[in-house]
């Protein structure tokens, strides 16, 4: 008995003490991840949207300017920031700013930029001036980093133009171009919008439509293709995660297939852009991170590895403090 007492009495103080990680040597401190996410941490920065061009990856976020604890939207510009590895990343002066849409006058909210014909085009969705409700608009550049301005001189999409109840879901756009040459805008709240855009990227091309096949769509949609699929992947119940689905062409009909991130963190909103950079797929989002007052309106944007599975769909996406690594 008193054997066995002994023996039990070593196993239980040998569970009780913790292992060291193998690098940790005795009476040291195991290391601590890398603080790869949030990216940018001087400031707050939110809705990412990536574009791939001639070796450099250019981002564009907007930018939270809530006080610290108001709970509310307060954002005026863009920024920009561009990167040759996905970990060093240089910011440029703000290319953009609502009052370059002389008809808008407030909120520069979700946006995306786009290369077509060597003119970068951006497609912004802002409160319009005149007509109530959330518009998109249009600025563009001879550069990536701008300066841009607007392409029209009006609103592309005002809140007259499709049927909701709500004033905000015209916003969020994303546009592709495919390998014909035929531009698509996708957007949304609530709805999810579709059309295609003349080669002047300034104008739609036939009717507005809606995609029906999503569920739960909440706002957020973003396009883009691989190996033969179009994936329209959108932020998915609220709060929000990311959802996507899958289709053999840009204009449907669209697949659900589940989950690609869970709610990031302490922001009730998650919005993604997804890009090929250098032989690796990367998932770029928003969370509230950034102690002590980052959250809902005080945003942070991240970025983590995406796979695929050998039958194109999409691997659940991890979310990490440590990020990414250089890509070379």
């Not at 040597?25 to 991840?33: F, I």
């Not at 790869?36 to 564009?60: Q, S």
């Not at 969370?287 to 809902?296: K, R």
Request: proline share 7%; with cysteine.
């Amino acid at each position: 008995m008193t054997k066995t007492l002994s023996l039990l009495t070593g196993v239980l103080l040998a569970a009780s003490v913790p292992t060291l990680a193998p690098t940790a040597a005795l009476g040291q401190a195991a290391p601590e991840p890398a603080a790869g996410n949030p990216i940018i941490k001087d400031k707050y920065t939110a809705d990412p949207a990536a574009l791939v061009h001639k070796g450099t990856v250019y981002l564009y976020a907007g930018h939270d300017e809530a006080p610290a604890r108001q709970e509310r939207y307060v954002m005026n510009e863009w920024l920009c920031y561009s990167s040759q590895d996905m970990v060093t990343w240089k910011e440029h002066p703000s290319p953009l700013n609502v009052k370059a849409f002389a008809w808008a006058k407030a909120d520069a909210w979700a946006s995306q930029v786009i290369e077509r014909n060597g003119k970068f085009y951006w497609y912004a969705a802002v409160e319009h001036g005149s007509v109530p409700g959330k518009a998109i608009g249009v600025a563009v550049s001879d550069s990536p980093t701008g300066p841009f301005k607007d392409a029209r001189g009006s609103a592309l999409i005002t809140n007259n133009m499709t049927d909701s109840p709500i004033m905000w879901d015209d916003i969020d756009p994303t546009v592709f171009v495919d390998d014909k040459g035929q531009a698509y805008l996708y957007w949304g709240n609530t709805n999810c919008y579709w059309a295609k855009l003349k080669p002047n990227m300034t104008e739609l091309d036939g009717p507005i439509n809606k995609v029906t096949t999503l569920p739960k769509f909440t706002e957020a949609p973003w396009l883009h293709k691989r190996n033969g699929w179009y994936y329209l992947s959108y932020a998915y119940q609220f709060p929000e995660k990311i959802a996507y689905a899958m289709s053999r062409s840009p204009e449907g009909p669209w697949e659900f297939k589940g989950l690609l991130n869970e709610v990031a963190g302490n922001s009730n909103t998650n919005h993604q852009a997804i890009i090929d950079f250098k032989g690796q797929s990367y998932f770029i989002y928003h969370n509230g991170s950034i102690p002590t007052d980052g959250g809902s309106f005080r945003r942070s944007v991240c970025i983590d590895y995406l796979y695929y599975n050998k039958d194109g769909t999409m691997k659940r996406v991890q979310m990490t403090t440590e990020g990414v690594k250089p890509a070379k």
